[in-house]
């Protein structure tokens, strides 16, 4: 409901914290009895005094700033600025607050100058001078997002809510309110429970009324457990409200007429409470055709109307009933007098509803959208880099895959290539002779004399010609009968088999074979494969690790490095090869 929507946003003010306690009591407090207090004392006790004992809270606000301009302390001084505009009329709260305006002007504290145009939005919205109030929280919202404190921007959005549901965007309120309810970690227990007071009252306005209804059951279980009768009538008078919309009359009835008896007998009364109570306390009873009663209330706003001259849009309501009741009874005054009442009072608020509604957009909303149009641009642009960035990263991949492809393909041509070859040289040849071997890369391991002649006479110096002969004869007999097959072969173990020492046999290897002990061996293993291979199916058959056992060496991974260096194509290439070749050859005899 408005009354409770207008009392709580009082009750929000980030700075100054109107969050009025009902117990505590300060009677004429004497200056001696002040003196014995510092500052924080004095402030938190002037919060804590009831609202209606106003000699005592002033009291204390008035020492409070004897006691900060005698040490000339300007942050005291403003505290007294604000403490002193508390239930002040109207013109003396803004000299206040003028005065708080001129010492603060150069103040580097993050709160100001927005707190000084929150708080005079405040007591404008207080006074219903909704005009002046919403000029004050924009200005307000300006500079706490110019200083970046969120808690007097969030309460700057939250009063510009509050006005937005005045002229009736009541979704827009809700989305708002629920944003801070449910973000806004800085806010304390007692501003969170104001705002699901206010957003259940939003979400009654919209239709949203499971949602309504648990916020407005929390706010009952927490007042009563804090004992804050205040609190409680306000969220039973939102019940009220609730129920009217779901037309449970008599229920309604009763809630609200409870809070009639609180807030007409409140030793803190609110207008707004009173009147919006009466409001759907009235509208209860016109619901279930109770004219007489509805009557009642509604005359009775009308006299407050004209008391204090506090109007709201529901007025209208108030008065076309009133016009329509008499209409009806045929009292011609009564209902003149109701059409003259209505004028007035829709005169006001039509001016007041054609400015909300024409500035809010102007200097809220545009603004806003403009400020997020910045934002999604600037988003975007991020997200354009981040797109281009990706696009390049994923271009530079493709194009390293489709070089790692393409020489991928080459090389596996080549080395398909060098697998023929060595097939076409084993069919060619079936008495095994020394294959040609195509490299790939430089014969690894592999020391050839730059001058063989030299090498040879020095080989002579050490080794004579006929120990000579005899070592090559043994390595002969050692090649034909495939003993290079056997695992565990060792220089040392190859030396004595020919019946020599290791050295000569080193010598007479690298001088004759061109090559040391490691790469002769592996170069016979590797020939005989190559040869085996491409000629023993059943041989071919065998897994890949039986195979190299057959050829002395101790595991696969030995046997596929020495293949690929010895010839210069993997020996997966190589056995693909060979199947090609006797599948085709089976197909076509004449390929062979």
Do not use: W
């Not at 007097?152 to 005045?166: D, F, P, R």
């Not at 006001?348 to 500035?359: A, N, P």
């Not at 061109?514 to 020939?527: E, S």
């Not at 596929?560 to 090609?580: V, W």
């Amino acid at each position: 409901m408005q009354m409770l929507k207008i009392k709580l946003l009082l009750l929000l003010s980030v700075v100054c914290n109107l969050l009025y306690a009902q117990t505590g009591n300060v009677e004429n407090i004497q200056k001696s009895v002040l003196k014995e207090y510092t500052y924080q004392e004095l402030e938190k006790k002037f919060y804590e005094t009831k609202p209606e004992d106003v000699k005592s809270k002033r009291d204390i606000a008035k020492y409070y700033l004897q006691k900060a301009k005698e040490e000339k302390d300007e942050v005291q001084i403003a505290e007294a600025y604000v403490m002193l505009h508390v239930d002040e009329s109207l013109p003396n709260a803004l000299k206040y607050l003028d005065s708080l305006q001129t010492i603060t002007k150069n103040s580097k504290e993050i709160y100001y100058p927005a707190r000084t145009y929150l708080l005079r939005g405040n007591l404008y919205f207080k006074s219903d001078n909704l005009q002046a109030a919403l000029n004050n929280y924009v200005l307000g919202l300006k500079y706490a997002k110019e200083k970046g404190y969120k808690r007097q921007i969030a309460m700057a959005e939250i009063s510009i809510a509050y006005l937005k549901n005045y002229i009736g965007k009541h979704a827009e309120t809700a989305k708002t309110l629920r944003y801070y309810l449910y973000n806004a970690d800085y806010m304390n227990e007692s501003e969170h429970t104001i705002l699901k007071l206010n957003l259940a009252d939003a979400y009654i306005e919209i239709n949203k009324m499971d949602s309504a209804y648990i916020l407005i059951q929390d706010g009952l279980l927490a007042a009563k457990k804090s004992k804050n009768v205040y609190a409680y009538h306000q969220n039973l008078g939102l019940l009220g409200y609730y129920n009217l919309k779901l037309k449970k009359y008599n229920v309604a009835i009763e809630n609200l007429q409870k809070c009639k008896n609180f807030f007409f007998t409140a030793s803190y009364p609110s207008k707004r409470n009173q009147n919006y109570t009466l409001l759907n306390l009235g509208k209860a009873y016109a619901g279930l055709q109770e004219s007489d009663k509805a009557i009642e209330n509604f005359a009775k706003i009308d006299s407050m109307v004209l008391k204090t001259n506090y109007v709201f849009p529901e007025l209208r309501e108030v008065y076309t009933y009133l016009i329509d009741y008499y209409k009806e009874k045929k009292d011609k005054e009564k209902q003149l007098y109701y059409v003259e009442r209505f004028l007035d009072v829709d005169k006001v608020l039509d001016t007041r509803f054609r400015y909300i509604s024409r500035e809010l957009p102007r200097r809220y909303d545009t603004p806003n959208l403009l400020q997020e149009k910045e934002s999604i641009t600037k988003e975007l642009k991020q997200r354009k880099i981040f797109l281009y960035i990706v696009l390049g990263a994923l271009l530079i991949v493709l194009l390293l895959f489709i070089n790692f492809y393409f020489k991928y393909k080459n090389a596996e041509k080549k080395y398909r290539k060098i697998a023929q070859d060595l097939i076409q040289s084993v069919n060619e040849n079936k008495k095994q002779p020394e294959v040609e071997i195509q490299k790939e890369e430089v014969v690894p391991d592999i020391v050839l004399p730059q001058n063989i002649e030299n090498t040879e006479d020095k080989a002579t110096k050490t080794i004579s010609e006929d120990i000579t002969q005899s070592i090559l004869k043994e390595l002969d007999a050692f090649e034909n009968k495939e003993q290079f097959l056997n695992r565990g072969i060792t220089l040392g173990t190859l030396a004595k088999k020919v019946k020599t020492n290791s050295k000569y046999l080193s010598e007479v290897i690298n001088t004759h074979k061109g090559k040391n002990f490691a790469a002769y061996l592996n170069d016979l293993r590797i020939d005989y494969a190559i040869s085996r291979l491409a000629r023993d199916r059943r041989f071919r058959s065998y897994k890949i690790p039986f195979i190299a056992e057959e050829l002395g060496y101790n595991n696969e991974q030995a046997f596929t490095l020495a293949f690929k260096k010895r010839t210069g194509t993997p020996l997966s290439i190589y056995l693909k090869e060979i199947e090609k070749t006797v599948s085709a050859a089976n197909d076509n005899p004449e390929v062979l």
